[in-house]
């Protein structure tokens, strides 16, 4: 069965920093787009950043300059590497995949369990 795992999430200062990882498990030859995305208490969860196999990224306007995401292809894991945090990013990040080709066939999307990040004095 595919997995996304994330990690990295927890507990920041304002203007801190921290490194979410995701992998997915499984027999997967490839995953067209993985991302990241968020949700904080009574708001509808928002894409931060996603990246394609190829390396094109898309950002949400208020993290450029602060937020990167990159991937390592051959180990199906995904970063967001988050810099100069602010309460405001204060949510439950997860992580997605979109079309993974597998040993079993083509999933069309995977979303993983979720790491709260909290940023706070």
């Known amino acids: 069965q595919v997995q996304l795992v994330e990690s990295g999430g927890g507990l920041v200062q304002p203007g801190g920093s921290l490194r979410l990882s995701c992998a997915a498990s499984?027999?997967?030859?490839?995953?067209?787009?993985m991302g990241w995305y968020r949700q904080a208490p009574g708001k509808q969860r928002e894409l931060v950043a996603a990246?394609?196999?190829?390396?094109?990224?898309n950002y949400k306007d208020s993290v450029k300059g602060r937020f990167t995401i990159s991937r390592d292809n051959a180990k199906n894991t995904v970063y967001l590497q988050m810099n100069s945090l602010k309460p405001e990013d204060t949510a439950v990040y997860y992580c997605?995949?979109?079309?993974?080709?597998?040993?079993?066939?083509?999933?069309?999307?995977?979303w993983g369990q979720g790491t709260l990040v909290t940023v706070s004095s």
């Open positions: 990246i394609t196999s190829g390396g094109n990224t």
């Open positions: 997605n995949g979109d079309r993974l080709a597998t040993m079993e066939g083509l999933y069309r999307e995977v």
């Open positions: 499984g027999s997967i030859f490839s995953i067209y787009v």
